[in-house]
């Protein structure tokens, strides 16, 4: 089974412009979460979808929104990008949004905002 | 709010070793899991264990262990058998519920071989 896949891998981006980032989960797994990963902040939960339907949001302002597709791929954007967005960004399925369910991470997007 | 304290930024040991990487957590729920993520530099994020807190037994994997203290709200991680693919960041986790993923600063552990 692939695993959870996460595009692009890099990406460099000027201050004010938005980006869109993109995760396909696992085959079968319906929950899709979104982290933040920087040195100073450590990992910080954005938000979390299940079938189509966002189930939980972290402390973000509202630049940072998502989505969710029909097929479970979920797409991140960020929008007006500032400096302190800079970090690498992780997504992670699982089979349900309950706790018994391991959540499987990708490989991140690293983000550079200039 | 649930939060995850990991008191040790770094930690070494010597190939074959063992090694005892420590987590501290707060909440007033009764139930709800732990976990110990495993970060090497590909950064690619790995379930290294899971705990469940209704159960008393410590959870093993092979050489990884954990040491679950509910009363004291401890989740320490033992390492047997150092190798040196052991080397990698080390995240504590904890999640009630349908809730997210609290994780620790984490602890970067070096393997001297």
């Known amino acids: 089974k692939a695993g959870v896949t996460q595009t692009p891998r890099y990406l460099i981006k000027t201050r004010g412009q938005q980006v869109t980032l993109s995760c396909s989960p696992i085959s079968g797994h319906r929950s899709v979460s979104w982290y933040q990963q920087t040195p100073g902040q450590g990992l910080q939960f954005l938000f979390e979808?299940?079938?189509?339907?966002?189930?939980n949001k972290g402390n973000f302002p509202g630049r940072f929104s998502g989505r969710q597709f029909s097929n479970s791929r979920s797409e991140m954007n960020v929008s007006t990008l500032e400096l302190g967005d800079s970090a690498l960004y992780l997504c992670?399925?699982?089979?349900?949004?309950?706790?018994?369910?391991?959540?499987?991470f990708g490989p991140g997007t690293r983000l550079t905002v200039l | 709010a649930q939060t995850v304290t990991q008191s040790q930024p770094e930690m070494s040991v010597q190939e074959a070793e063992t090694v005892t990487l420590s987590c501290t957590y707060d909440?007033?729920?009764?139930?709800?899991?732990l976990f110990w993520y495993k970060q090497p530099p590909s950064r690619q994020m790995i379930l290294v264990i899971r705990?469940?807190?209704?159960?008393?037994q410590n959870a093993t994997e092979n050489r990884f262990s954990v040491n679950f203290q509910k009363a004291a709200k401890s989740f320490s991680l033992k390492i047997s058998d150092s190798q040196l693919g052991d080397a990698a960041m080390y995240f504590c986790?904890?999640?009630?519920?349908?809730?997210?993923?609290?994780f620790g600063q984490g602890t970067r552990l070096t393997i001297n071989p």
């Open positions: 979808y299940f079938s189509e339907t966002q189930r």
């Open positions: 986790a904890y999640r009630q519920g349908a809730q997210k993923l609290v």
């Open positions: 992670a399925s699982s089979a349900g949004h309950l706790t018994p369910n391991e959540q499987f």
């Open positions: 909440t007033s729920e009764s139930d709800y899991y």
């Open positions: 705990q469940e807190a209704y159960k008393q």
